[in-house]
């Protein structure tokens, strides 16, 4: 496995000198080579940052029973060590970097759009408290645990969700600690849209336009539909969009 890893990692590097991308280039390690501790690291922060990706961490790694606990059982009513402090952390980095990224969003002149927009603008004006700070299972735990802290980006469905367990809609039973990304009802309580995410909704909706004209009338019916209600999502998003100089 260490050879193998130390392949891929050749193999990385090489493609980003064909395709001139030095950023993308996995530069030597100080402490040695990378090892499979380190390797699970990386993998777990890229796969914790995809909809469902918690479910998904606990797959790659094995732990079916894990998985079908977080599915089941609820996030928070599992005992938190091995891999369920790893999942906690990257849960907490991934909402860091969604923070920020908000954050930077909002002081570029940028808007937001839905029921939890006010409260949005206020958890991201907190987004520097996450810079240069390093989350171990401790720190992630605490964050998880305070609800006001943690906005989740659901790319999947063009949302941000700024979790509130009172108000989801993606489960009924009121008490998991994170959302389930993939059931991610549009009526949310908990739902942010960025006009980044309109202009995502619109490219989608033009695509399926595209696929429509295509295909056979049923298939298109629906895919023009489809379409239709994208558009109105982004044009809803206009209207009522609000800024940083709106909320204070």
Not at 129 to 135: K, L, N, P, W, Y
Not at 152 to 166: E, G, I, M, S
Request: net charge positive.
């Amino acid at each position: 496995m260490r050879d193998r890893i130390e392949a891929f990692i050749a193999w990385a590097n090489a493609e980003a000198t064909k395709h001139d991308v030095p950023a993308e280039a996995i530069p030597p390690d100080p402490h040695g080579a990378i090892g499979t501790a380190r390797f699970r690291r990386s993998l777990a922060w890229h796969i914790a940052r995809r909809p469902g990706g918690l479910v998904a961490l606990a797959i790659q790694y094995g732990h079916l029973r894990t998985a079908f606990s977080t599915i089941t059982d609820g996030y928070g009513s599992r005992s938190r060590n091995g891999i369920h402090d790893l999942i906690d952390i990257e849960t907490a980095r991934a909402v860091a970097d969604t923070v920020i990224g908000l954050n930077d969003h909002l002081a570029d002149g940028g808007g937001v759009s839905g029921p939890a927009a006010r409260r949005a603008i206020k958890a991201a004006a907190k987004a520097p408290r996450f810079a240069g700070t390093v989350i171990i299972a401790a720190t992630a735990k605490r964050l998880i645990a305070n609800e006001d802290a943690m906005i989740y980006d659901n790319p999947q469905a063009f949302v941000l969700c700024h979790y509130k367990r009172a108000q989801a809609l993606c489960h009924r039973d009121g008490v998991r600690d994170t959302p389930t990304l993939d059931r991610c009802v549009p009526g949310c309580g908990n739902i942010i849209r960025t006009d980044e995410h309109a202009a995502q909704l619109r490219e989608r909706a033009e695509f399926l336009d595209k696929r429509a004209a295509f295909a056979a009338r049923p298939i298109g019916d629906r895919l023009r539909a489809n379409a239709i209600r994208l558009r109105d999502l982004a044009d809803t998003h206009d209207r009522t969009r609000i800024t940083v100089k709106d909320a204070t």
